[in-house]
């Protein structure tokens, strides 16, 4: 049985998934989005990801036409429509079909999307071994101009980043704010370990406050790991004893080697190991 794709309420084949050319999502990247993990057939902290998507359609006066609740059920229904019990998920809600001009308001109806299928970010020697990584000139977007906590359909940014890190034989870039500051990776959050304590950039160095992210911080302090936001430079990157990487789809993943240079010895390091080792059991029991 192939694919089934959920649109506003209901479930087609993937072949049939289809939007009309005038959706402000596709003319203009006027919508919201969320990625969720599913593990054993149960949402990875579903309330977390679907109130972030709320709360970004709130920031951009789109009015989602679901309850929490129903959106939370028209997820698992999608899920179980496919067969499926560990997943990516994408709901999307875009702004809808209007005309040519920017006005949201002549978009009479959200489009509301549920996609489920299998991910898989990167291969799992990486996650063995650690990634490199390389610090790009496309610099972050400024909160002031677009929020990050606005997780929109616009990821030209980001885009931009990634054909930088893939230029230069990398498959994860990490991005500077406009003061220099470290903010994220093109689709992850960053962290580094120096001398016991973990380390990641603050709200306001321009960062999507990742869901993966903070989980990982509540599972470091239950381990007694200290944990600190606050904002970093190249030179924090290049003197850590660690640094690694979360994301729904990512998870968690060792970075060894950034701009060319080992971190540290070069492997990951035993606070990067003992947070995936909890990752995994929180997430895989």
């Known amino acids: 049985m192939g694919l089934k794709v959920y649109i506003n309420g209901e479930l087609v084949p993937r072949e049939e998934a289809k939007v009309s050319v005038f959706d402000h999502g596709f003319l203009y990247g006027d919508g919201v989005f969320e990625g969720i993990r599913a593990y054993n057939g149960k949402l990875f902290t579903p309330k977390e990801h679907i109130d972030r998507l709320y709360a970004s359609a709130a920031a951009i006066e789109l009015k989602i036409p679901l ?22 998920i994408r709901a999307v809600v875009s702004r809808g079909e209007g005309t040519l001009g920017l006005n949201p308001r002549l978009c009479e109806k959200p489009n509301v999307i549920i996609i489920t299928d299998s991910i898989k970010l990167y291969p799992q020697e990486l996650y063995d071994r650690g990634m490199e990584v390389v610090t790009v000139s496309t610099i972050r977007n400024h909160p002031n101009a677009l929020d990050p906590r606005i997780k929109s359909l616009n990821y030209l940014n980001n885009i931009l980043a990634k054909i930088e890190g893939l230029n230069a034989g990398v498959m994860e870039a990490i991005m500077l704010n406009g003061q220099g ?76 080697k950034i701009d060319g240079r080992p971190v540290a010895d070069g492997t990951p390091g035993p606070i990067t190991r003992k947070l995936l080792a909890c990752f995994r059991k929180l997430t895989r029991g």
């Open 181 to 256: 500051h470290v903010a994220e990776c093109t689709g992850d959050n960053i962290f580094i370990v120096c001398k016991g304590t973990l380390i990641t950039p603050p709200r306001s160095a321009g960062i999507l406050e990742g869901i993966t992210r903070n989980a990982v911080m509540c599972m470091a302090r239950d381990e007694g790991i200290p944990v600190l936001e606050e904002n970093m430079t190249r030179y924090d990157l290049f003197t850590a004893d660690e640094c690694f990487l979360t994301g729904t789809a990512a998870e968690v993943i060792a970075v060894v």
């Open 67 to 88: 309850s929490k609740e129903k959106l939370e059920a028209a997820v698992m229904k999608t899920l179980q429509a496919n067969n499926l019990t560990d997943a990516y």
